[in-house]
């Protein structure tokens, strides 16, 4: 069911700039500061990125109801994000005129230099990636001829909907060794850094 529906449901006002959403696990977290007191996870989402259509309450998956573990019997689903704002055993919306003050937004799942950094960044969309799936990470050696690499790129950030997609490309190469590697590249021009695969080196 999508968000939004339950949200006009509810009822939406002038002053309805955040949704914050609370699930059911209640703990400290193990960088808490001292005397911290147990308190629910939860996640503050803006109107705009709550209100779109696939932003979603789940509570099904494949035609199967949504097991504990995968966050049953209700979760938030908020694609495009990285995966600590689908809240998992939501128990509570509520609509707010301001930033809800979670803890997990500045203290643990964000961007920046220190704990103490004054320009911390909240950690929101998925950023572009990349991943070669064949060859994979234990092959070591490769017969000489024409081989085929796959793999897939995605992102959650705009105009990257639906999910991965797929690519792959052949080549018949020389005695190697050779170094593949994958890099993703934004329609916003936003790239991957070109990096070094986990398996190194491929012998050809």
Not at 58 to 86: D, I, K, M, Y
Not at 101 to 110: I, L, P, S, T
Not at 153 to 158: E, K, L, P, T, V
Request: hydrophobic share 35%; aromatic share 8%.
């Amino acid at each position: 069911m999508p968000l939004a529906a339950v949200l006009h449901e509810a009822g939406l006002t002038a002053k309805s700039l955040y949704v914050r959403a609370e699930g059911s696990d209640l703990g400290v977290p193990p960088t808490a500061a001292a005397g911290t007191k147990p308190f629910y996870y939860d996640k503050g989402l803006p109107i705009e990125k709550a209100l779109h259509p696939d932003t979603i309450l789940a509570w099904a998956q494949n035609g199967q109801l949504l097991e504990h573990l995968h966050g049953a019997p209700v979760r938030l689903l908020v694609p495009g994000c990285s995966g600590n704002w689908s809240v998992k055993w939501l128990t509570r919306l509520e609509l707010t005129d301001c930033e809800p003050d979670c803890w997990y937004h500045y203290q643990f799942y964000y961007y920046g230099s220190s704990p103490d950094d004054p320009d911390k960044e909240l950690i929101t969309t998925i950023g572009v990636k990349s991943l070669i799936t064949q060859p994979n990470d234990d092959t070591e050696t490769m017969p000489p001829g024409i081989h085929m690499i796959r793999g897939y790129a995605w992102s959650g950030r705009r105009g990257d909907y639906p999910g991965p997609r797929s690519a792959s490309t052949a080549g018949d190469l020389g005695r190697g060794p050779y170094r593949a590697a994958a890099r993703a590249l934004h329609v916003g021009a936003l790239v991957l850094p070109l990096g070094r695969p986990p398996q190194g080196p491929l012998p050809i």
